[in-house]
């Protein structure tokens, strides 16, 4: 059979994890491939520095590859990865004891929490993103945030993923995602009320 790049590369994903299963590298190299922006990128997110997310890539890929003929494709490929790439950022970031601010006001786990619905912090946040200053405040408040919920706010808030998608990611239920997204928004939002009082950001409305 021929293994070039041309012919990988027009393969379907159920195709190349077959022959990948089937001890072809040639195949999982594609499956790299055409992942490894996505993981890259979401450690970038989680960890804000290129040399983290570059681990966290090598690390995703070598395990995928260690655990790949146990993949039973209940789901889809890149969300498999995505699963071991936040599982992998986790322990990261609890074995550095990073991120272990408190929410204010309450004793409790936050995902037990019943407040109100608190909606989006912005009703436009591609606009938001927009303006320079916003934006790297923004990142610094998200890198307080728990792991936990910097994780799922990343991964719905910012990678666009649905709450079904999370709970598959991170095999958690729909209530706790949906816990964690309002409480990652209610953290930030009270962190960014001071910004968005004080009038000192121009071009956003």
């Not at 997310?53 to 995928?64: G, H, S, V």
């Not at 322990?91 to 409790?108: E, I, S, Y």
């Not at 079904?164 to 729909?174: P, R, V, Y």
């Not at 990652?184 to 968005?196: A, D, M, T, V």
Request: with cysteine.
């Amino acid at each position: 059979m021929d293994t070039g790049t041309g012919t990988m590369a027009e393969l379907s994903e159920r195709d190349l994890l077959k022959q990948a299963k089937e001890n072809g590298y040639a195949a999982f190299e594609e499956l790299v491939r055409r992942n490894q922006a996505k993981i890259y990128n979401l450690g970038l997110k989680l960890f804000g520095n290129r040399e983290d997310a570059a681990d966290l890539l090598q690390e995703t890929f070598l395990k995928a590859y260690g655990a790949l003929r146990q993949f039973e494709e209940k789901s889809a490929f890149a969300t498999w990865l995505y699963r071991i790439a936040t599982n992998l950022a986790f322990m990261k970031m609890r074995k550095r004891k990073l991120h272990m601010v408190r929410f204010a006001g309450t004793g409790n786990d936050p995902d037990d929490s019943h407040d109100p619905e608190v909606p989006d912090w912005s009703d436009n946040p591609k606009a938001h993103l927009e303006n320079q200053e916003l934006k790297l405040l923004l990142e610094k408040t998200i890198d307080t945030l728990p792991c936990k919920y910097k994780t799922v706010f990343v991964l719905h808030d910012i990678e666009g993923f649905s709450t079904s998608e999370i709970c598959k990611i991170l095999d958690l239920s729909h209530a706790a995602v949906k816990s964690r997204v309002h409480r990652s928004r209610l953290f930030l939002k009270n962190k960014l009320s001071g910004y968005f009082s004080s009038g000192a950001h121009p071009g956003v409305n």
